[in-house]
């Protein structure tokens, strides 16, 4: 039976943004990839269907990322099996202070370089005890956006 992929829920208001984040990361054949635009869509999919690791946009109209973040770490039983790491433009202390306040296991600045999201990923993978493939392939080559 081949290993289990890690699952992955991008959460990003830019559907470019969320493309260029789910390309790379599919690149590796090492993950499970899906795509939520909006807070709402990103709670649904997480009761429909667990995920190991949500890249968390802060900054979307309706539920902002903080807000789904909250709302998602406080559900008993299965917010200790998801790490979440928010993605923001966002790069004062106070945000990073509101990003762990808020429940979020890690935190990156956009614009994004896509080797250390593939890092972060690969290190909240790791945190994940039990069950879940810790991917090593390097991701294929993708030409860098401008802003991601």
């Known amino acids: 039976m081949p290993p289990q992929l890690l699952r992955i829920l991008v959460v990003d208001d830019n559907h470019d943004n969320a ?7 599919e690149s590796t054949n090492d993950f499970a990839v899906a795509v939520a635009h909006d807070g709402d869509e990103a709670i649904a999919m997480y009761h429909e269907s667990p995920f190991d690791v949500i890249l968390l946009d802060v900054m979307m109209p309706g539920r902002d990322g903080w807000e789904v973040c909250r709302t998602i770490k ?47 990923v690969r290190r909240n993978a790791a945190a994940l005890a039990g069950g879940v493939k810790i991917p090593t392939t390097p991701a294929a080559p993708v030409t860098p956006p401008t802003q991601a």
Do not use: N
């Open 74 to 120: 406080s559900e008993p039983g299965r917010a200790g099996r998801t790490r979440v790491i928010m993605l923001t433009a966002r790069d004062q202390l106070s945000d990073r202070r509101v990003a762990l306040q808020s429940g979020a296991d890690d935190f990156l600045e956009k614009p994004l370089e896509l080797a250390k999201l593939l890092t972060a």
């Open 19 to 25: 493309e260029i984040v789910r390309k790379y990361l």
